[in-house]
């Protein structure tokens, strides 16, 4: 739907802004898909370029969305390339995924670190661009974006602009010939050892091929994320090797896929007149940057959704087969998807009545229990010290 043409709008205030508010709006996907999940995956990342989809916001747009009712999309909002929403008293039912976010923007500027030994994160930074060429006015980093900063790795001998964990492992040849009480050994390279990061860990999973009886590797299960790998390395065809004490006919390979390390900022101050500023960021940077470090500026894919209702999210776009009186089965983790750096922040309730703040509180109203990583921790927190008091 085209809601006004640019011409239309180019000589108000709002112009440039990529915005839109929607209200009470129902709408019902007929096309069907089906996802398929790669091996070792949690999702299916082509699924945001099937059809099907229900409200798509990209290319940095903004849009305010209010009771909104989606049902049987293949992905009831996504925000995807910087697009960002907020969504109030709306509802996404049956389909395959509920909430998505995916990626950033394209690189919108940079800018550098004034002076080294700086962070963990808080960093003054300098070269900040003009609104307005000659206008004096320049940008401010701003909620909403993200950032890398650059660090030389000596022992790599270059210069990495983005790091990534291991997101998942596939597997590119089985192999054949592995035993069961011999299994294989993967490996995995370390990062650099002034990045900060730390190894990743995967074990490998074992098949019997009906036909020779002989096994191969099947999947590799990551077990441990590792951190701050470089693209360089991910490339590499010796990032992962599978090994076994006793040879065997065919070795196995396979490749890792990784997921992108942003930092968000979190407040900055007003830039002086020579176009610098301080920025914050959420985390603490785990390498100290170089002095003039690239600040890489993107604005994230995000959603904020509050008083949002999932019903029967993962049970497919067909109405026929997806309600639970003709066999639907919902599938809790694909009612909010974050990936490549996107982020999703949400409170809501599923078909059940648990309410969810985020994927990691859980109320639980039949029980009338708490439960997730977020309540594990902070409990964990609280009982330790009592606990050290009474040893």
Same mark, same amino acid.
């Given at each position: 739907?085209? &809601?006004?043409?640019?011409? /239309?709008?180019?000589?108000?205030?709002?112009?440039?802004?990529?915005?839109?508010?929607?209200?009470?709006?129902?709408?019902?996907? !007929?096309?069907?898909?089906?996802?398929?999940?790669?091996?070792? @995956?949690?999702?299916?990342?082509? /699924?945001?370029?099937? +059809?099907?989809?229900?409200?798509?916001?990209?290319?940095?747009?903004?849009?305010?969305?209010?009771?909104?009712? !989606?049902?049987?999309?293949?992905?009831?909002?996504?925000?995807?390339?910087?697009?960002?929403?907020?969504?109030?008293?709306?509802?996404?039912?049956?389909?395959?995924?509920?909430?998505?976010?995916?990626?950033?923007?394209?690189?919108?500027?940079?800018?550098?670190?004034?002076?080294?030994? *700086?962070?963990?994160?808080?960093?003054?930074?300098?070269?900040?661009?003009?609104?307005?060429?000659?206008?004096?006015?320049?940008?401010?980093?701003?909620?909403?974006?993200?950032?890398?900063?650059?660090?030389?790795?000596?022992?790599?001998?270059?210069?990495? *602009?983005?790091?990534?964990?291991?997101?998942?492992?596939?597997?590119?040849?089985?192999?054949?010939?592995?035993?069961?009480?011999?299994?294989?050994?993967?490996?995995?390279?370390?990062?650099?050892?002034?990045? +900060?990061?730390?190894?990743?860990?995967?074990?490998?999973?074992?098949?019997?091929?009906?036909?020779? +009886?002989?096994?191969?590797?099947?999947?590799?299960?990551?077990?441990?994320?590792?951190?701050?790998?470089?693209?360089?390395?991910?490339?590499?065809? +010796?990032?992962?090797?599978?090994?076994?004490?006793?040879?065997?006919?065919?070795?196995?390979?396979?490749? /890792?896929?990784?997921?992108?390390?942003?930092?968000?900022?979190?407040?900055?101050?007003?830039?002086?007149?020579?176009? *610098?500023?301080?920025?914050?960021?959420?985390?603490?940077?785990?390498?100290?940057?170089?002095?003039?470090?690239?600040?890489? &500026?993107?604005?994230?894919?995000?959603?904020?959704?509050?008083?949002?209702?999932?019903?029967?999210?993962?049970?497919?776009?067909?109405?026929?087969?997806?309600?639970?009186?003709?066999?639907?089965? /919902?599938?809790?983790?694909?009612? @909010?998807?974050?990936?490549?750096?996107? &982020?999703?922040?949400?409170?809501?309730?599923?078909?059940?009545?648990? &309410?969810?703040?985020?994927?990691?509180?859980?109320?639980?109203?039949?029980?009338?229990?708490?439960?997730?990583?977020?309540?594990?921790?902070?409990?964990?927190?609280?009982?330790?010290?009592?606990?050290?008091?009474?040893?």
């Amino acid at each position: 739907m085209t &809601f006004s043409a640019p011409d /239309a709008i180019r000589p108000y205030v709002g112009q440039g802004l990529s915005s839109m508010v929607l209200d009470a709006f129902t709408q019902y996907n !007929e096309i069907g898909y089906t996802p398929q999940v790669p091996n070792g @995956a949690l999702y299916d990342n082509t /699924a945001i370029y099937h +059809g099907g989809q229900g409200i798509v916001i990209s290319n940095s747009g903004y849009a305010q969305l209010v009771s909104i009712f !989606e049902i049987c999309c293949n992905i009831g909002v996504l925000c995807i390339t910087g697009g960002q929403c907020s969504i109030t008293n709306s509802n996404t039912d049956f389909g395959n995924y509920g909430l998505w976010a995916d990626g950033v923007s394209d690189l919108q500027y940079v800018c550098n670190i004034l002076g080294g030994n *700086q962070g963990p994160s808080s960093f003054l930074i300098q070269n900040l661009p003009q609104y307005d060429n000659g206008s004096g006015q320049y940008k401010q980093p701003y909620a909403g974006q993200v950032v890398t900063i650059s660090k030389y790795l000596s022992d790599f001998g270059y210069t990495c *602009q983005q790091f990534y964990y291991v997101d998942y492992i596939t597997v590119t040849d089985g192999g054949t010939g592995y035993d069961p009480a011999d299994p294989p050994v993967v490996t995995i390279q370390n990062p650099s050892i002034y990045s +900060g990061g730390f190894a990743a860990q995967a074990t490998a999973n074992l098949a019997q091929d009906p036909n020779s +009886g002989l096994y191969y590797v099947a999947g590799i299960s990551v077990i441990v994320s590792g951190s701050m790998f470089t693209p360089q390395q991910l490339a590499s065809p +010796g990032f992962i090797t599978i090994t076994t004490k006793n040879p065997v006919p065919a070795t196995a390979s396979a490749t /890792a896929v990784g997921y992108p390390i942003y930092y968000t900022v979190t407040a900055a101050a007003t830039p002086n007149p020579y176009g *610098q500023t301080v920025m914050n960021i959420d985390q603490n940077l785990p390498y100290v940057p170089d002095d003039d470090a690239t600040v890489n &500026f993107y604005q994230v894919s995000r959603i904020i959704a509050s008083s949002h209702c999932f019903e029967y999210i993962g049970t497919g776009t067909d109405i026929a087969t997806a309600i639970p009186a003709r066999g639907g089965v /919902a599938i809790p983790a694909n009612q @909010a998807v974050m990936t490549n750096g996107g &982020f999703v922040a949400y409170t809501a309730t599923d078909e059940l009545g648990n &309410f969810n703040i985020g994927p990691e509180l859980v109320i639980n109203q039949d029980t009338g229990t708490i439960s997730g990583r977020t309540f594990e921790k902070s409990l964990f927190a609280i009982m330790t010290p009592y606990i050290l008091s009474i040893e």
